[in-house]
């Protein structure tokens, strides 16, 4: 009997130990295993590069710490979201909704953020990445006004939504929701604008000439796909804006600093953005045009 | 006989705990927490290299990032304790070695490295391990508020 015993408790051990936990639902953890060394820049895809180019935070934190105060007028509404009823419609809006996430985030106000927790999980399942994003717990840290958790978590589940697309043949819906960031992100940062004039925005603005060089180019690689010729007219148009807009660079002197063990490296070369008020606002008028119509799909 | 079914069932629950505890979603979540109050999480880069092979380079991952100019970021660096291999990250803009975790002349190395961005575009990012040992290992990217 206890021998019995033993084999079933011993079986069934194993088998929770070759069994991946569901707490850790990628055991394969690394991104890659490779033998030889992985620097040819030809190799990497479009979209490793334009991964990050629009984050929901950064151009939020930029908006939050400029003294700007919060306004729910800036954000794309929660109501009639069953509108958004293609994937196209959907990744974009998925976007839409993840930067205005990061906004309220950045602001703490975790008490608007269900409305917008409620929208993103409806789209991320209905794109087949709702597995990423788990919406009951980031429910529960708004109601516990947890904001920093609530920050990693809804940061680091889009981190994988957009990864896993990537990598899944879905690059198409990746570029759709990265877009949405940007315009996103664009929009309330060219809104904010209007009524607080203030340079490090302005920079901010002129500097995403670069993001969105990368970002048409990246939409352009699904040129055949349906409804991104039209979307990629649209992005063009607001390039068109940027034309004006120059980017010089200057060489510095490099400072590295050590404080209390740990070490601070402030960068050598500068970006000089050279933008006017003017081009802020044809910059913003076109944004405006662009994010209106893709939200009102 | 009771006692040995404790010990077989103790000793493979914490053998199993102690390898997830290990090359994987907890090694993020760790790392995530060691960035610091004033630190908001952006992105993980993680790698997992196998040794060098005999005649051959020290293998290394790359990543692309692209950093803002007028933000302050934060890469924090976090080795399995299940590897033998230490990381080191580099940061480049194109060809010049901007940041790394590890100074060469003193070999000293740092667990997290501040980066004040003051230029808009591409940055490469390297993670290989010291002497081309098995490794795994985790940098958070977060920006400094």
């Known amino acids: 009997m206890v021998k019995k015993i033993l084999v079933i408790f011993c079986s069934a051990l194993l088998f929770v130990a070759c069994t991946p936990s569901s707490d850790n639902p990628d055991v394969n953890i690394p991104d890659h295993v490779t033998d030889e060394i992985d620097d040819d820049e030809s190799t990497e895809s479009m979209s490793d590069i334009i991964e990050n180019i629009a984050s929901p935070l ?3 934190n930029l908006i939050q710490a400029s003294g700007v105060p919060f306004s729910l007028r800036y954000l794309a509404p929660t109501e009639d979201s069953d509108k958004f009823n293609t994937n196209f419609k959907k990744a974009l809006a998925l976007g839409v909704m993840a930067s205005d996430l990061g906004y309220l985030n950045m602001y703490k106000k975790s008490g608007s953020v269900i409305n917008y927790l409620r929208i993103i999980q409806r789209l991320s399942s209905d794109l087949r990445i709702g597995q990423f994003f788990d919406f009951k717990l980031l429910k529960d840290l708004a109601k516990a006004d947890n ?27 990746s570029a759709l929701m ?16 209007e009524e607080n004039s203030n340079q490090k925005l302005i920079e901010r603005i002129g500097e995403q000439k670069v993001m969105l060089n990368l970002l048409v180019m990246s939409l352009s690689s699904f040129q055949s796909e349906p409804n991104f ?5 649209d992005f063009k148009v607001i390039q068109e804006q940027f034309t004006n807009v120059q980017i010089t660079y200057e060489i510095g002197l ?15 070369e500068k970006s000089i953005i050279h933008i006017t008020e003017e081009h802020v606002k044809l910059i913003s008028e076109q944004v405006e045009k662009v994010r209106n119509k893709l939200i009102s799909l | 006989m009771k006692k040995i079914i404790i010990v077989i069932f103790l000793a493979a629950l914490f053998a199993n705990v102690d390898v997830k505890a290990q090359c994987n ?10 960035i610091g109050d004033n ?7 993680k790698v997992l290299l196998r040794k060098r092979k005999r005649r051959k380079s020290t293998p290394s991952r790359s990543f692309s990032v692209v950093l803002n100019r007028g933000t302050h970021y934060r890469f924090n660096l976090c080795n399995a304790e299940d590897y033998e291999g230490r990381a080191v990250m580099m940061l480049y803009d194109a060809d010049r070695l901007l940041v790394t975790t590890f100074d060469m002349a003193t070999t000293k190395e740092y667990p997290s490295v501040d980066f004040i961005c003051t230029k808009s575009a591409v940055y490469k990012l ?20």
């Open chain 1, 147 to 173: 904001v920093d958790s609530l920050m990693y978590h809804s940061t680091a589940s889009f981190n994988r939504m957009d990864k896993y697309l990537r990598e899944n043949g879905k690059g198409e819906l």
């Open chain 1, 178 to 193: 990265v877009a949405g960031v940007w315009i996103e992100g664009m929009y309330i940062a060219t809104q904010v604008m």
């Open chain 1, 229 to 233: 010729p039209a979307l990629i007219t």
């Open chain 1, 254 to 268: 490099p400072e590295t600093i050590e404080e209390d063990g740990k070490l601070i490296i402030i960068q050598d």
């Open chain 1, 58 to 60: 950064e151009m939020a």
């Open chain 2, 39 to 45: 630190a908001t999480y952006l992105k993980e880069f």
């Open chain 2, 25 to 34: 979603e907890q090694l993020v979540r760790k790392c995530a927490l060691d």
């Open chain 2, 126 to 145: 390297y993670v290989s391990f010291k002497e081309g040992k098995e490794g795994c290992a985790v940098v958070i990217l977060s920006m400094v508020r």
